[in-house]
Structures are given as structure tokens and as C-alpha cells.
């Protein structure tokens, strides 16, 4: 009897200290971790594209993934689907404000930042994606940019432990940056103001970033979630139009201005909000980069 019981111990410590490694991302669902995708009613028309890609390319969010929470921001419209949660912000003030909306109702410690044109093309990496959430799990990190964007923006040291990865440099143009990545929610949180477009929050929000003592990462290879910026300064581009027709998504931008296209009311309104900006800028060049640092 003693020697089956001391066999039956043995074996008992065998299986805990032997069990084969499997992937991490392979047993952990990211549960941990919310997807917003920020949009507004303006920019509905692609929302099926968006989903699609995204459902497409990430199929584990329907199956082992089910829980990860999805979170999509819109004004007044809904988007139909069991997996996204549509918050409806009607009296929108700024996108700033939209986006502490909605971290209010996230209840994980991390957050996936997307945007409605940020269409996926090819098959998220869950490996490396869970790879970098483990970095930013142990709480030294505010921001990992996910895709490779610009390497001009994306230099510095390389990261000690994750191949591919280098630290925001401390005083670098677009430390806080909108292409999707992963963020810890209180650091997001702290940086956000309210009133803000996110392309101040992009400047202004790295100007603040400069003294936060979390670290600001990037990669500059082996991206997991690879896609294409359908929009360009408020029109739709070429590559978008040809990427819904290849994967046979119904899309119908309307009246929607395209890149490549001349339309002179869009131009003048461009040109307009340029010229109220400049000299916005040449009569108070001091409230530029006037931020609240409370």
C-alpha cells in the first residue's frame, strides 16, 4: 500500500512538473482585453467591411474567443451583430470625449484601440498579439503600437526580452499614436483630454506622454494584425474600393468623396479648415500645445 501510495505521489509530480508547454495564446482567450473600434454615425457605411474583415481574419472571436468584449462608438445607429456592443454617444463633444465614454464601461485592465477603416487582409497572429499583452500585463508599459506603420515614428532601443520591438524614444513626434494597438486602459485613460480630435491627441497626448513613466513600444516587424487605412484624410481610397470587391463585401460609400477624385467642394473645405487652423496658429501660437496637466 505504502508503495502505491509513494508511486501515485511520483507520478503526481511528474504530470505538474512535466507537462508539455503549450502555447500560451493557444489556452489564454485574451480575456483580459476589450476591443474598441472608435467610428460615429458619418462613417456607418463601413462598418460591414470593417466586421467582416475582422470576423474573417480573426475567426477565434466567435469561437474560443467568444468573451472578449467588442465595443463599437457610434451616435445614434446600431451596428446588428451578437458580438458588438454599440455605444451611442448623441451629443457628441469630441472624440476624446467619446473615448472616455467608453473606457467607463470597460471593465478589463486592457484595451485593443481600432478604427472603423482599419480593415484586416490577413489572418491575426493570437501568439504574438498574447506576446505583447504579457508585456503589458506586468505594468510597466502604457502602449504597444500593434502595426507597423511608419518607421520613421517607430525607432529606438530595442526591447530586452521580444524580438522586433524597440521603446518609443522619450521625446519622439507620435509617442501616443491611433494606429491600432494595445493599451493599458489607466494610462489611456490619463492621457486623454476632453475636447480633443485624435489628431490633437496624437500630438498633445505625446507632448504628455514625454513625462509618463510608463514605457511606449513599437514594432518594426512581424506585425499580428496587418491591415489597410481604407480612409485617407476623409476619403475613401482606391485600395479599399478594390479590397471589398476581391472579398465580395457589399459596400457602397455613396456620395462619399474618393481619394483620386477632384471635388471642389471638398477641396474648398479643406483648404478652408487649413487656412482657419494657420491662423488660428500665427494669433496664438502659445494655446498650440496648451494642455491641462493636472
Known amino acids: 500500500m505504502l508503495k502505491n501510495l509513494l508511486k501515485s505521489v511520483i507520478n503526481f509530480y511528474l504530470i505538474i512538473c512535466l507537462w508539455p508547454?503549450?502555447?500560451?495564446?493557444?489556452?489564454?482567450?485574451?480575456?483580459?482585453?476589450?476591443?474598441?473600434?472608435?467610428?460615429?454615425?458619418?462613417?456607418?457605411?463601413?462598418?460591414?467591411?470593417?466586421?467582416?474583415?475582422?470576423?474573417k481574419h480573426w475567426p477565434s472571436l466567435q469561437t474560443t474567443s467568444s468573451k472578449v468584449p467588442i465595443i463599437l462608438i457610434s451616435n445614434t445607429k446600431q451596428y446588428n451583430h451578437p458580438r458588438v456592443q454599440t455605444i451611442k454617444i448623441a451629443d457628441e463633444i469630441s472624440w476624446a470625449d467619446n473615448m472616455l465614454t467608453a473606457l467607463q464601461q470597460v471593465k478589463t485592465p486592457l484595451v485593443l484601440?481600432?478604427?472603423?477603416?482599419?480593415?484586416?487582409?490577413?489572418?491575426?497572429?493570437?501568439?504574438?498579439?498574447?506576446?505583447?499583452?504579457?508585456?503589458?500585463?506586468?505594468?510597466?508599459?502604457?502602449?504597444?503600437?500593434?502595426?507597423?506603420?511608419?518607421?520613421?515614428?517607430?525607432?529606438?532601443?530595442?526591447?530586452?526580452?521580444?524580438?522586433?520591438?524597440?521603446?518609443?524614444?522619450?521625446?519622439?513626434?507620435?509617442?501616443?499614436?491611433?494606429q491600432a494597438g494595445l493599451w493599458d486602459k489607466a494610462s489611456l485613460e490619463y492621457l486623454l483630454r476632453s475636447g480633443e480630435s485624435p489628431w490633437a491627441f496624437e500630438i498633445l497626448g505625446s507632448i504628455r506622454a514625454h513625462g509618463y513613466p510608463k514605457a511606449f513600444l513599437s514594432l518594426v516587424n512581424d506585425e499580428p494584425i496587418h491591415y489597410i487605412n481604407a480612409s485617407h484624410l476623409g476619403h475613401i481610397v482606391p485600395e479599399a474600393i478594390a479590397y471589398t470587391k476581391a472579398q465580395n463585401i457589399g459596400f457602397d460609400p455613396g456620395n462619399f468623396p474618393r481619394l483620386g477624385k477632384f471635388n471642389w467642394q471638398i477641396s474648398k473645405r479643406t483648404w478652408l479648415e487649413r487656412w482657419k487652423k494657420l491662423s488660428g496658429f500665427l494669433k496664438h501660437p502659445e494655446l498650440f500645445y496648451e494642455f491641462d496637466a493636472s
Not at 483580459?32 to 467591411?49: A, L, N, Q, R
Open 113 to 178: 484601440y481600432l478604427q472603423d477603416d482599419y480593415w484586416l487582409d490577413k489572418r491575426v497572429d493570437e501568439n504574438r498579439l498574447a506576446q505583447l499583452a504579457t508585456i503589458l500585463r506586468k505594468g510597466n508599459t502604457a502602449f504597444i503600437q500593434t502595426s507597423v506603420n511608419d518607421l520613421r515614428f517607430q525607432n529606438g532601443l530595442a526591447h530586452e526580452t521580444v524580438p522586433d520591438m524597440v521603446y518609443r524614444k522619450k521625446f519622439s513626434h507620435y509617442k501616443v499614436s491611433l
Open 21 to 55: 508547454v503549450t502555447s500560451w495564446a493557444q489556452d489564454h482567450k485574451f480575456t483580459d482585453v476589450t476591443i474598441i473600434v472608435s467610428s460615429c454615425d458619418k462613417y456607418s457605411f463601413v462598418w460591414e467591411p470593417f466586421f467582416e474583415s475582422l470576423f
